[in-house]
């Protein structure tokens, strides 16, 4: 039994050391369902806005100590702690009309839900201008163009 928790531990500070050596700027997800984000790297520095969005995409701009500096959808930039961040992708549908969803990463292809905009959800196999997104138990492709939490001409698995 002592060897199973030494094995579970040396992989749990593996993917902690792999997720702390990323080089900003990156995109990464609010792993809670509350998190604050502060004016500095630090629980003394005062909170300027708590989310409670889990997944909402953000991106790290700066990296200090357990810190990362973000920038959330809305273009604010405050530091939030290396815990409450996750490797897991996801984007946010763009203001304006709502976003086809479609069967295949094809414009063309049947429109199986549309997204209404500041709808988030999970994103996977990016590629060629276009993104599989899961939002709640429904699954369709979206234009990349359509989304905030990537870069241009990002590819994703």
Not at 16 to 30: N, R, T
Not at 101 to 123: C, F, M, Q, W
Request: aromatic letters at 8%; glycine letters at 10%; a positive charge.
């Amino acid at each position: 039994m002592r060897w199973f928790a030494a094995g579970v531990m040396l992989v749990a500070v593996a993917s902690a050391a792999s997720a702390e050596d990323k080089k900003p700027p990156y995109w990464a997800s609010i792993a809670s369902g509350q998190a604050m984000m502060r004016t500095g790297p630090g629980r003394n520095y005062p909170g300027t806005w708590l989310y409670q969005r889990r997944d909402l995409p953000i991106r790290v701009v700066q990296v200090y100590n357990h810190w990362r500096k973000i920038e959330d959808p809305d273009g604010q930039q405050g530091w939030m702690l290396v815990t409450m961040l996750s490797d897991k992708r996801s984007a946010i549908v763009r203001p304006g009309a709502r976003r086809d969803l479609h069967n295949r990463p094809d414009g063309t292809s049947h429109v199986a839900y549309k997204a209404e905009p500041g709808v988030v959800g999970r994103i996977a196999k990016c590629r060629d201008g276009w993104c599989r997104m899961t939002i709640a138990k429904r699954e369709g492709f979206v234009r990349m163009s359509d989304l905030w939490g990537l870069s241009d001409g990002e590819s994703v698995d």
